[in-house]
C-alpha cells in the first residue's frame, strides 16, 4: 500500500515509516498540516494515518477537506488524547479507525490489513499480463490458479509498472512508490529490483525495458 503518514513528531514518524516500509509499504512521510494538506490534493495513495495535533491545518480539518472533496481513502486518526469526545469528533468527520497514543506497531499493522482487505472486497481487480493475471487487491501474480512466489518489493515494483500503462517511470519516482517521498533509499536498489523482476517474468515473454538515463516501462504482452 502507498500510505500517507502525517505525523508533527519527527522521531515517532521516523519510527512508524521504518516498521511501514519493512512491511513492504510505501510510506509518504509529512509533518505539517499545510504541507500534508497539498500533498493529499495532489498525491493518490491507498492509506492516510494522521495525527490530530498539528502545526497548520488540524488532522481534523485535513479529514473534513478529504471527505468534502470525495476522497475515499481510508483515514486511521492519531492522536494523544483517549477521551470520548474526541474520538467521537474524529469519526463523525469520516475518519475509519482511530488509535490513542501510545500504540504498538503490531496493533498499527493489524488495523491496516483490516482496512486494506476491506478495499479489495470491494474493489477486486485482475490485471491481464500475457498468460499471467495480477491481482492489484491482494498483490499477487497468477500463472493460472497458482499464485508464483515473488518478494513484496518486486511485486510492488510490477504494480507500479502496471498502473502506469505503458510509460516510462524513472528511477525516482519509482523509489518514491515503493518507499514514499522523503525515505533515504538509494535509487540503486531499484536496479536490483529490476533485474530480478525481468528474470522472472521472461519464460513468460513479459519484458521491462530499461530506457538507459530514464528508466523502465513494461511491455504488457497480450
Do not use: C, W
Amino acid at each position: 500500500m502507498r500510505i500517507a503518514l502525517v505525523e508533527d513528531n519527527v522521531s515517532l514518524a521516523k519510527g512508524i515509516a521504518y516498521q511501514l516500509r519493512d512491511a513492504g509499504h510505501s510510506v509518504d512521510v509529512l509533518h505539517h498540516g499545510d504541507d500534508a494538506d497539498t500533498f493529499l490534493r495532489q498525491e493518490t495513495g491507498d492509506l492516510v494515518i494522521l495525527d490530530i495535533n498539528l502545526p497548520g491545518k488540524s488532522g481534523l480539518d485535513l479529514l473534513a477537506d478529504l471527505r468534502e472533496r470525495s476522497d475515499p481513502r481510508p483515514v486511521i486518526l492519531l492522536t494523544a488524547r483517549s477521551e470520548t469526545q474526541d474520538r467521537v469528533k474524529g469519526l463523525d468527520a469520516g475518519a475509519d479507525d482511530y488509535l490513542v497514543k501510545p500504540f504498538e506497531m503490531a496493533e498499527l499493522a493489524a488495523r491496516i490489513r483490516a482496512l486494506g482487505r476491506r478495499n479489495t472486497a470491494v474493489s477486486p481487480s485482475l490485471v491481464n499480463l500475457g498468460p499471467l493475471k495480477f491481482d492489484t487487491g491482494s498483490m499477487q501474480l497468477f500463472d493460472g490458479d497458482v499464485a508464483l512466489e515473488i518478494p513484496r518489493r518486486e511485486l510492488s515494483l510490477l504494480s507500479a509498472l502496471i498502473q502506469a500503462n505503458g510509460r516510462t517511470l524513472s528511477k525516482a519516482s519509482l523509489l518514491d512508490q515503493l518507499y514514499g517521498a522523503g525515505s533515504e533509499t538509494d535509487e540503486k536498489v531499484i536496479e536490483v529490483y529490476v533485474s530480478r523482476l525481468r528474470k522472472r517474468l521472461s519464460p513468460f515473454d513479459i519484458n521491462i525495458q530499461v530506457h538507459r538515463g530514464i528508466g523502465y516501462s513494461l511491455n504488457r504482452a497480450s
